[in-house]
Structures are given as C-alpha cells and as structure tokens.
C-alpha cells in the first residue's frame, strides 16, 4: 500500500512539467492509484508548491522554462525534503541517467518510451524505497540511541572476533577515546591471554552451534594489570537470511558486586571462626563448672551433714542462731550448684531428653506432693487440674517435665503470700502419635511488671533486684525451665499484673503410648451413680473434684462448709438416695473437716457413711487424728488421681485402679503350674514378701539366707526355678550362679536363674545375663512382675535349654525396671512424702493383712541394719557396709520411702568405692531418716514401736 496522507491516507505526488501532453499521461496514469497529485510548470512554482507542503514522489521534467538541465535537479532536490525524485526526460542518455543517479536521483524515465504501466511501477518502487529509508533511518536512530546512552558494554563480531562496532561504554571500558579505535581489532589486543583465550573459545562455540551464553561472570584480567569482573551475554549474529556471521553481546561490570561480595565472605568466614572460639570457650567454661559443681558438692554435703548434727546437740541460743545461719546458706548455695550443673550441661549440649513411657496425671501428682509442705505452711491451696480429655499414657521425660514444674510452682509458692496455686493442663493439639499440651502454672501471688515478663527467663535475672534479698533464688531456674521447654519443641511465657498474681504458661510435645488403648481406663459398674459428697471450702478444688467423680461417671455434690454438708446429707435421706461416701477437707473455716465427722458418726443414720479425709502434709498427726475421728482413709493434698480412686474402689470393695489397668487378669488357678521354687535372699522383708505371694499362687518356696546355702540347697534337692538375690554375704548371687552353672556341666542340665537386684544400674541386666542368669527382675518385688516372670518359666519348661533361657531372657526384658543412675538422680527433697501407702500395697498385691507382718519384719531388719552399718564404719569394713546398706535401701522400697532408700544408696555406693571415709555425716542422715521412717510407718499401720525404739538408741 502506498504511503497515506495525514488527512486522506492518499499518497501526494507532485508533477514538474511544462509539456501539457506529458502532464496528461501522467494524470490519466496515476488516476487508477487514486494519489494526491499537484503539477507545477516552472522551478518557481515547484519551489512554491514545495514549500507549502510535503510529497511522497516528485516527477521532474529538467528543462523548464525558467530552468533547464542540472541546475533544475539541484534546485528542486534542495526544497525535496528527501522526497525521491524521478527525472523525466526526452533525452536518452545512459551517461546522463547515471550521472543523476549518483546525484541523488531516485530513478530516470524517458518521456517518448515510458508507457503508463512502467511510470506506475517506478512511482510505487519509489514509495517501497522511501518506506524501507525510513524504517532503517528509524532503526539505525535507535540503535544508535542504545550503543551511546548504556552503560554497559555492547560490541558486534566478526567471525574472527574481531570487533566490527562497539559502543562508547566499551571504549570507556578499554580506555580508548572513540569506538572507532576498537573496530578491527580483538580481546588479545587488550586482555592477557588468561582472559581473551576462553573468551575466543566462547564466541567460536556460539559461532559453531548457535548456541548462546547467557549471564556468564567472566574475570578479565587487562593487559594494563587490571581486573574487572563482569556479567556477559553472548549470542550469535546473523544476516537476513539466516546465515551466521558473528557473534554479539552485552557485559555489565560487577567488579564493586564481586568485592563486597567476597568482602562479605571473609567477614562470615571471620564471624564463624569467632562464633566457633566464643562456642568452644563457653563448652570450656560450661564443661568446668559442670565438673566443679559436681566437685564443690562432695564437701558441702558434708558440711551440710555436720551442721544438722551439731543443731541436734546442746548449743547456747547464739550458737544455735550461727549454726542455723550456716545450714540456710549451705542449702542455699547447694540449690544453686544444682542449678549451675542444669544449666551447664544444657549450654554445653550435653542434656539429653529421655524418651520413656509415664502416667501424666500421677507423675504430675506426685511432682506436686513434694510442694505441698511448702505451700500448707504458708497456707496455700496447691491443686491441679487435667480434664478427662485428655490422654494419660504418654512418652517423654518425665523428670524434666518434674523439673519445669517444681520451678514454676516453687516460684508461685514462693511470691504468693495467700490464696492458691493452681497447675492446669490443656490439650492444645492431638495428632495420631503426638499431643502439645498447654501447661498453666497460675497463682495469686504479687504479679510481675508487663516490662520485666520477658527478662525473667534470662540467666540470673529476676523481675527486681530486690527480690532476691527479700525472696532468696539464684535466678537460674526459669532459665532453665525455658531452655527445657525448647528441648521439648515448647515455648514458655508469662501473663502477670503486679498485684493480682502471675500466669506462667508453657507448651511441650509428648508423644503416645502405642499400648495406650489397652491401658484405656473403664469406670467399674459399682461406682456408677453413686452418690459422693465433697466438703471443701475452695472453690477450684470442688470443681475439679467435681469433673474428676464425673468421669469415673459417679454422681458428686460439692459443697463449701460444714453447715451446708450437714444439710446436703439430710436432703439425700429425704430423696431416698443418701450418700455412700463423703470426701471432706481437713481445713475449713468454721466448722473443720473433723468436727464435720465428729458431728456425722454422732448420728446413727450415717454411721455406714464412708469418711475420706482430705489432709495437708504439714500436719503429720492428721492421719491418726482421722482414725479417731471415724474417717476410713485420709489422703494428702494434693490429691492424686489414682490414690483417690484406689481408696474409693477399695472402702466400697470394687477393683482398684492398679487391678483395673495396670495388672493383666490372673490367670485361673487350675492354669498356674505348681513350681518348687529356691529363692536365695538375705533380706527378710523380700524374703517374707516373695515366699508369701509365690505360696498363694500354689508354689513352694525354699529359703537361702546366702549363696552357699543356695549351692547346697541346689545339690541336695530339686528345683524348677531359683530367684537369686544378687548381693548376699559368703558368697553373692554371681558367684552362686557359677558354682551351679559348673555343677549343671556334667549332668547337661539348666535350671532358669532369675536375678534379683535392687540397684537397676545401667548394664546390671547384662552383667546378669552374663553371669549365666537368664532373667532379671528388679527389688522392691512387684507381685504382678513376679508372677509374670515365675509362671511364664514354667510355661517355657517343655523347650530345650537354649530356648527355655531366650524365652525367660524376653519374660524378664518386658519387665519394667526404674532406671536408677544415682549420678543423675537429685536426692529426695525433705518435703517428700515419707512413705508412699499406695506403692506399700502394690507391692503385696492389695493385701493390708500381709503388709501389716512386713511392717513387723521391716522394724527388725531395718533396726539390725543400722547396727551393721554402724559396726562397718567402727571396723572400716566397706564390704559389709555395702552389703547392709543394700539391705536396708531394699527394704525401704517396699514403702515408697524414697527419702530413706536415697540415704542408704549414698551409702552403699561408698561402700562399693571400697572405703568408709566420710562416712558418719552420710550415716547419721540414715539413721534421721529411718527413724523418721518407723514413726510414719507406726502411725499409718500401728506395728512396731518396739523396734523403732531400738532403732532411735
């Protein structure tokens, strides 16, 4: 299409001719194209058409009247515009035609032989040419404008890299003042052959395949001594059709990017180094005070040891106020190496959370009985909270998840003059083998500033300075606590107003037990809607007991005091459904839980109602005070899950919980096979416990008080199966077990050995199997473990020896030990319970009649005990004290006296070092603790006040 007028879209041609017939053709001619056309018969009034507009093509006839010739041409191409022109002449002259040509003339038509169609086509070439002009002026306008105003480098290639157009930014590049200079020459002329050789090899690449490179980083290294970097594209450049006859490409200098690049790499490279230096310092640093707390430990014990003792003797009042100045900063300072030792070993990374199965609502509970002393002496409620929801069987840590509590709570009690304490758990998430549980530690205590909830769990730092005179704290125990909860992929965080109370909160991940299902707990029929009422004047406690009864699906009523229990209890006669038990608090205002009873068992209709007491810790008489004041049980605050549901379950003679899902079913008596069993045993509370259980179940059981007399007992007469008591006098469990081993050699015989051992250090179990034993079952003896391990033997007894052992070997592995590495294990608080009824009980299968004997026997062997270890340390005889100390820390088990087994572990771990040195401070905290141990016991079963008496001379 020919190129359009502004306004029409039509092409404008002008036509200068004086001759009228020539002007005609041309007219008739162009008429078909429908152009815009303008005639001029003089060069002046082609000058004056020219001026007043723009053409597309010009038709020129050279001789005018007023002009003629060349002069006509120069004169109109110099008003043109760049319009082409074409010459029309009458002359034919190819000279002439030429000549013109290379003045400027666009094409030449000879006026006589021109026919009307080849005067259209040179008028349409002209316009295709003027096009093509224009759009190459425009292109080439440009690319000049990208080559002058980048900054970037741009260069063109022949196909010997050679340089064939650049830009200015290149020349810059080179230090040369024009792009011209560059033309004709190569990277060799400016580069050392480091750099310009792979470059020539690139563009020969892209030359050959075509192929670009895209956003390479190339060093250059100038001829000059320089090096720049920069970031080049190359791709091939080819001709119209196809035909590659170069390279081309744009490179953008990165030299500042690469330098503060490699700068910022040599300042990581310094930072790690450092971070590496300030890390292995801080291990140093924590790896010493690890050692040095373990180290400074030793004597403040014995300093510790020393001044109990000397606070026993008589002292004059100063003396006595020194003494107990010394024994509080000695605890104080003992506090705070434990708290140095947590935290040294989380900094050092050498504190590894344990992965084990536990019972969230007991090890909650019992975290928080080792608190309650504290809080009933200020007066406290200390409670708890787990809603049924969620679940109770889980994986995890449980010590660390005790520590994290005792922190919080301690803290609580601590900053809290009155009111409660409440530790409540939320599930935050469940997932198919994991829950987060959302732990609350809430108080009513003085509050912390919104400034200072942040800074608290830093390393020695408290919400003010002056707390730590008025309070006491070494700062580190919500340090620790948060480094604990990260371990626990939790977060930690407080919520507090300075006077109304704080609300520590933390999150943690447990994961679940996969035999958690069959561990499901189901409320027994018997205690389905039956009617309980519960006394308490704390309104947090009646309602978590009030969720509590509801889950085991019993139907409590809570109440606030005395008065309105009275009342409650004659409304239930009225109702026809009177209440069967009645759970009452011991300290109420007003009327106290036992003016409460008294008043109740004064009424003959409420003589058959079963009175639970519930009793703070600090108040030890509680207990007898409880038996005279007609209560059938009382229980310490706060109250544990389990502790309360055995009492009920038992008081109302229905299945405890521990026999609901803890035991699997006993077998029928006419499935269990009578076995003659040889128990060798030196301990006659395990001797009594063991011989008593195994004989309910039909076995016989011979007695060995050594391991002599178990060889002897072996040789003389037959046995199934033989329980061996690991530390004995004469000759130890391991011993006896290779004399019978020895003597099974000729006969091709092997009787099952199941050790025996109160230690449940790790490796015991193979050093046992070692030994030649074939099981291991850990002291105090459980009655469901020991009957495992006994009738599974029996069942074994139809396979071959090797087989009999692997069979026994596995009973005995899936018995669950408590893990006791006394390195990692605190010492019992003071504020423990000293005896733990509920462990009493399971240990002989809920018999109260066989416990009460083991009562009598524990008084005589723990007083015979004290006596050894007291003669060990006269004679210096370590083996002795060991062995008794073994004993006695046994035995101790038996009652959940964790206080008194810790005291004779000390001991006998000195005993096994082979020394008795610095015994009589680790004796005399014995001798307290076991004379503490015979009153709770006397108090809580009534047996053996003689002994006790014996003990305490």
């Known amino acids: 299409m020919h190129k359009a007028d502004s306004k029409t879209n039509q092409p404008r041609l002008l036509v200068i001719e004086d001759d009228r017939v020539a002007r005609d053709t041309i007219e008739k001619t162009v008429a078909r194209d429908n152009y815009i056309l303008a005639t001029a018969t003089t060069l002046a009034e082609a000058r004056a058409k020219l001026k007043a507009a723009t053409f597309d093509v010009i038709l020129l006839d050279l001789n005018l009247d007023d002009s003629r010739g060349v002069e006509t041409f120069d004169a109109v191409r110099a008003k043109a515009n760049g319009a082409p022109i074409i010459v029309l002449s009458g002359i034919e002259d190819e000279h002439f035609a030429r000549d013109l040509t290379r003045r400027g003339a666009e094409d030449y038509l000879f006026k006589d032989k021109s026919h009307p169609y080849l005067i259209d086509r040179v008028i349409q070439h002209a316009l295709e040419r003027r096009r093509t002009r224009a759009a190459l002026t425009n292109e080439q306008v440009l690319l000049n404008a990208v080559m002058a105003k980048l900054q970037d480098k741009i260069y063109f290639k022949d196909l010997d890299s050679r340089f064939i157009r650049v830009n200015q930014g290149m020349a810059d590049h080179f230090k040369v003042e024009s792009p011209h200079e560059l033309v004709g020459r190569s990277d060799f002329d400016y580069f050392t052959a480091e750099h310009a050789q792979p470059a020539f090899d690139d563009e020969q690449e892209i030359i050959r395949t ?106 004059d009042p ?49 975290t928080l009985k080792i608190m309650a002393g504290r809080a009933a002496e200020k007066d406290l409620e200390l409670a708890f909270h787990i809603p049924p929801e969620i679940p109770d069987h889980l994986m995890g840590d449980p010590g660390r998840l005790r520590q994290i509590i005792v922190n919080l709570v301690g803290n609580a009690i601590k900053f809290t003059p009155s009111g409660e304490v409440l530790v409540d758990v939320r599930l935050k998430k469940r997932v198919e083998d994991e829950v987060t549980l959302h732990i609350q530690v809430i108080d009513t205590g003085i509050g912390i500033p919104a400034d200072k909830c942040d800074a608290i769990f830093e390393e020695f730092n408290q919400a003010d300075a002056s707390t730590t005179r008025q309070f006491g704290g070494t700062g580190l125990g919500l340090a620790i606590s948060a480094r604990l909860v990260g371990l626990m992929d939790g977060q930690i965080w407080v919520e507090s107003e300075p006077g109304k109370g704080s609300n520590f909160q933390f999150t943690a991940v447990f994961g679940l037990r996969k035999d958690a299902a069959s561990l499901a707990f189901t409320s027994p029929p018997a205690l389905r809607d039956l009617p309980v009422l519960v006394v308490d004047d704390n309104e947090t406690n009646r309602a978590i007991f009030d969720e509590m009864l509801k889950s085991w699906e019993m139907k409590p009523t809570c109440v606030d005091g005395g008065t309105p229990a009275l009342e409650a209890l004659d409304a239930s006669l009225k109702s026809g ?146 329980l061996m008591d690991v530390h004995m006098p004469i000759m130890d469990g391991f011993e006896a077990t290779g004399e019978i081993r020895r003597l099974e050699q000729p006969k091709g015989t092997h009787i099952p050995i199941i050790a025996l051992t109160a230690n449940a250090m790790k490796g015991d179990r193979e050093r046992c199997l070692e030994a030649g034993m074939d099981g291991y079952l850990s002291k105090p003896i459980r009655a469901r473990d020991l009957y495992r391990v006994v009738e599974e033997s029996a069942d ?150 003689d002994q006790n008496q014996q003990t305490k001379q």
């Open 796 to 945: 074994s007894s139809h396979l071959d020896r090797e087989s009999r052992r692997r069979h026994v070997e596995k009973t005995t592995a899936s018995v669950e030990a408590p893990h006791e590495d006394h390195a990692a294990t605190p010492a019992a608080p003071d504020d423990e319970p000293i005896i733990d009824p509920d462990v009493a009980l399971q240990h002989v299968e809920g018999s109260e009649e066989l416990l009460g004997e083991m009562v009598a026997i524990f008084f005589e062997e723990s007083a015979e005990m004290i006596r050894r270890i007291e003669k060990a340390i006269a004679e210096k005889d370590a083996e002795l004290l060991e062995r008794s100390a073994h004993t006695l820390k046994s035995s101790s088990a038996m009652f959940g006296a964790r206080r008194a087994r810790h005291a004779a572990l000390d001991l006998e771990i000195l005993g096994k070092s082979g020394t008795t040195d610095n015994s009589t401070p680790l004796f005399e905290k014995l001798r307290r603790e076991v004379t503490i141990l015979h009153e709770a016991v006397d108090s809580r079963w009534g047996s053996g006040r």
């Open 210 to 315: 075509g192929e670009p490179k895209i956003g390479i980083i190339e060093k250059e290294t100038h001829s000059d001594g320089r090096v720049t970097w920069v970031s080049t594209s190359k791709m091939a450049l080819e001709d119209g059709s196809g035909k590659i006859i170069g390279t081309f490409g744009m490179s953008r200098d990165v030299t500042e990017l690469i330098q503060t690049e490699n700068n910022l790499l040599q300042a990581n490279a310094a930072l790690r180094e450092a971070n590496e230096k300030v890390e292995a310092a801080n291990k140093a640093k924590s790896e010493f005070l690890a050692n040095m707390s373990h180290e400074i430990r030793t004597p403040m014990n014995g300093i510790i040891g020393v001044t109990e003792l000397l606070l026993k003797s008589r002292l």
């Open 577 to 722: 459904r009177p209440f069967r038990l009645a759970i009452l608090d011991a300290m109420m205002p007003g009327m106290d839980g036992f003016e409460l009873a008294r008043r109740i068992r004064a009424r003959p209709e409420w003589q058959q109602l079963i009175l639970i007491l519930l009793s703070s810790a600090t108040f030890p008489d509680h207990h007898k005070r409880a038996r005279e004041s007609g209560f059938a049980r009382a229980l310490n605050k706060p109250i544990k899950q389990s502790d309360l549901f055995n009492a009920i379950t038992r008081l109302t003679g229905t299945v405890t919980l521990d026999a609901a899902a803890a035991m699997p079913p006993p077998p029928d008596e006419k499935e269990v096979i009578p076995l003659n069993i040889l128990l060798a045993e030196d301990g006659l509370v395990n001797q009594r416990v063991a011989k008593d259980l195994l004989t309910q179940r039909g076995h016989t059981v011979t007695i060995a008080e050594n391991g002599r007399l178990a060889v002897d007992a072996m040789e003389a007469g037959h046995f199934d199966l033989i």
């Open 318 to 366: 100063q003396q006595l106020d020194y003494m107990n100045m010394i024994n509080r900063s000695a605890e104080t300072l003992m506090r705070l190496l434990n708290d140095i030792l947590d935290f040294s070993k989380i900094e050092a990374g050498k504190l590894d959370l344990e992965i084990i199965p536990f019972d969230l609502r007991d090890s909650l509970a019992d």
